[in-house]
T-cell receptor, first 114, second 111 residues
Framework: DGGITQSPKYLFRKEGQNVTLSCEQNLNHDAMYWYRQDPGQGLRLIYY???????QKGDIAEGYSVSREKKESFPLTVTSAQKNPTAFYLC?????????????FGQGTRLTVV | RKEVEQDPGPFNVPEGATVAFNCTYSNSASQSFFWYRQDCRKEPKLLMSVYSSGNEDGRFTAQLNRASQYISLLIRDSKLSDSATYLC????????????FGDGTTLTVKP
């Protein structure tokens, strides 16, 4: 079945550590996105990529980094520079680079700083 | 002012009630509009796209008002299973490639 897969589902990080969240899609979608969601809040865009080997900052990119070396993969690294990383992270993809079609989401990764 | 604004609610309604949500957007060039549903601690999923002529899917009706720059979602005969957060999404259909999500409206349907 086609879809978008995030791993791990739960992740615990010590302060000062970098961690990488995985996102893979087999939908052959052009665009991929990373969002952060805090409790009771909406989705905030971290980074997005419309095409392989290219990505743009979203609204809250500071403390995060991404890569898009393959069409199907868009990993997110939460660096130690991100001061409050505890949140629910959602990866999404859309068929078109413009993002004007249905977005498919992964099941999310809950990151907790311990 | 946020690009996309929704009344956060919560909306608490009895089963069988009709409830409507609005979502306003600031970019008059916006072209694509969607409603997503998000259950607690889950990922959002597409509920329906919003077309200029309006569209209906069973108990759900979505409408677009370009003049006033808002979209609406009407739910008739509410079910307990409709309890969720409803997110509106707006996209300008430009090469910028970014959709903007509203913060969501929470609906609780009670017996």
């Amino acid at each position: 079945d086609g879809g978008i897969t995030q791993s791990p589902k739960y992740l615990f990080r010590k302060e000062g550590q970098n961690v990488t969240l995985s996102c893979e899609q087999n939908l052959n979608h052009d665009a991929m996105y990373w969002y952060r969601q805090d409790p009771g809040q909406g989705l905030r865009l971290i980074y997005y990529s419309q095409i392989v080997n290219d990505f743009q900052k979203g609204d809250i990119a500071e403390g995060y980094s991404v890569s898009r070396e393959k069409k199907e993969s868009f990993p997110l690294t939460v660096t130690s520079a991100q001061k409050n990383p505890t949140a629910f992270y959602l990866c999404a993809s859309t068929k078109t680079p413009q993002g004007n079609t249905e977005a498919f989401f992964g099941q999310g990764t809950r990151l907790t700083v311990v | 002012r946020k690009e996309v604004e929704q009344d956060p609610g919560p909306f608490n309604v009895p089963e069988g009630a009709t409830v409507a949500f609005n979502c306003t957007y600031s970019n008059s060039a916006s072209q694509s509009f969607f409603w997503y549903r998000q259950d607690c601690r889950k990922e959002p999923k597409l509920l329906m796209s919003v077309y200029s002529s309006g569209n209906e899917d069973g108990r759900f009706t979505a409408q677009l008002n370009r003049a006033s720059q808002y979209i609406s979602l009407l739910i008739r005969d509410s079910k307990l299973s409709d309890s969720a957060t409803y997110l509106c999404v707006v996209n300008p259909n430009t090469n910028a490639g970014k959709s903007t999500f509203g913060d969501g409206t929470t609906l609780t349907v009670k017996p």
